[in-house]
């Protein structure tokens, strides 16, 4: 046999083999067909795709199948907010309802320069290893934030980061998934209504002498913001201040009443 | 029997001879005493004194509150200056009850009151060990009167007086095994009467020929008693390597001791026991080693609990200048304390203060896994730190789970042989309550479903 006939057996050859296996593959592909519901693609194609899973779904497909099934509101991705719910709402031809934007806020103000030193930190650069050991990282206040950037670590919004020892959250890129909070050892992180304004950025529930002690912008459950109130949306409970945040009316005057300067607003939270 | 050794394992220096030739001296604690109600594995203990009440030595202060806990008793005779948050040795806040020492040291009712032990029921005996408040003095802390009362009784074989005392820098026990050998002969005559069928086992390493002389004199030749000899290596006195030294099998995974028919207690609880039940004194003090070239006052005392550490680490003029780095325990278990004002307790085997800090000169040294195997090689129980480390970086707890990281003692001797200087004790440390909180979660979800 030549060599150009071998070559032409070959290429039919393959060529029958191809259009068999192409049959096959339409005949099955027809026979085997998955319906997905055209409103799933839809509501996947407006999610933002980061699949930071602070939906409780596992990631934005899972989230897409829920809404599409009716399972989860339409308002359900915090990330995306107010635009995502509309565009949603719209596939699904329901209402889109308001959603509260929310933020996360860190509840310690101890500084480099406030909070007191005790120790020197040597060990692990994450703040789980710190405070899995006796001192709890560098501070005197064993309850503050340690400065070792376990949230920055997992924000995948870029929203956190640690300034002047102490993480701040950027408002403007947070998305509130809460993330950080559920990696802080301290407890520190809050999930607060975007809108609030004020806030208690100290967590120490150690009495006011010993907050006092270790650091200079320490909560010392002096009751002066409980006083001032006029809509008991203020409370002070093991020796911290706590804010209703449901009914709190942001008239300010807890946060100038503050002998201690703990309860700050939204833009100190930002940059102190 | 020969001389036991075990799979793995390493050598690091003994640093044993600035303390080994100190005896054990009573110290008088000078300032207020502090107890915090924790002192121990499990839950804390419930104050039954109040403010202002005189209490004195032996007293109970602290009651046991539920199985797992332990009474806390007085160690001088004073007044109940307050009870209030103040850190314990771990750092961590927790009620504590302050003591004012009046400096007489006068006996509670019945303290040091001889009782003929041969007389007493099994029975008796464990609730003597528990009224007295005794945990487990080589650290763990956990309440010894659980250990005496296994499901099976009759399958105890073996009783382990742990004296290996394999810490470098600790000699503590070695002391108390040459000074007070029939203390824990005793100790051990009187667990035996609760498993008569059972051995009594003294346990110590070859580095400490004077101890096992002493231990041999004072045993006789009682034929219950067997002196073990145990080569000089680092974690030797891990309670599953004594184990293994006696009964010859290696214990499973989460197993007990007793699953193999052996208790382990350290030499220094077996002589709590002997005071508790013979003597009707509870445990309020221990022997305390300090030591290390921070030191200002290397040696071995015999420790009231709730003294502040400062009192031994500092001399008339405060810390040694110089000193880096206070720990609370030898160098290979031991945690690093933030400030010295914390008071000792029922766990604390040992001061040991550096001049030098290593952690921070390893620290400069750290480099990556090179997957060498070295940890797996010395690993006493048998685990891959590599795995575990790998799984603990993630915090991936399902894996961490599965390649046994919940077995390991944290015995740091990863962390000694590792040439890249990785953290790997302190990654499993922080791992492994993180890991058991997540398995008791995920079988609480399944038991729901």
Redesign the interface.
Known sequence: MSGSALLIITIILLAVVAFLVGIMLVFTGNKFKVEVDPKETAVRECLPGNNCGACGYPGCDGLAAAIAKGDAPVNKCPVGGAAVAEKISAIMGVEAGSIDKKVAFVKCSGTCEKAYD??NY???NSC??A??????GTKMC?TGCLGLGECVSVCEFDAIHIVDGIAKVDRTKCVGCGKCASVCPQHLIEIIPDKQIYAVACASQ?KGK?TKAQCAAGCIGCKACTLVCDNNSIKVEDNIAHINYATCVQCGKCASKCPAKVIITRREAETA | MGIYSFRGGVHPKGYKELTADKPLVEYLPKGELVFPLSQHLGKPAIPVVKRNDLVKVGQLIAKADGFISANIHSSVSGKVKIIE?R?N?????GESIVIINDGEYTPFEGVGEKTDYERLTPREIIDKVKEAGIVGLGGAGFPTYVKLMPQKPEDIRWIVANGAECEPGITCDDRLMQENPEQIVEGLKIVLRIFPTAKAVIAIETNKPKAIESMRRAVGNDPRFEILELKVKYPQGGERNLVHAVSGQYMESGALPASLGVIVDNVATLAAIYKAVALNTPLYERGLTVTGDGASNPGNYIVKFGTLASEFVNDDEGLKPGTKKII?GGPMMG?????TDVPLEKRNNALTCFLE?D??KA?QKLTNCIRCGKCIRVCPLGLYPQMMAEAAEKKDYERFIKVHGLDCIQCGTCNYACPAKR?LT??F??MK??AMMYQRAKAAKEGKK
Do not use: S
Request: charged fraction near 10%; glycine fraction near 10%; charge should be negative.
């Open positions: 005790n120790a040597i060990g692990i789980g290893a405070a899995a050991i006796p001192g709890k064993q150690e010993a | 948050h850190p040795n771990a750092g961590i806040m609370l945690v690093a304390i933030p400030n800090d952690v921070e620290q953290p302190q990654l440390k922080q309550p993180a």
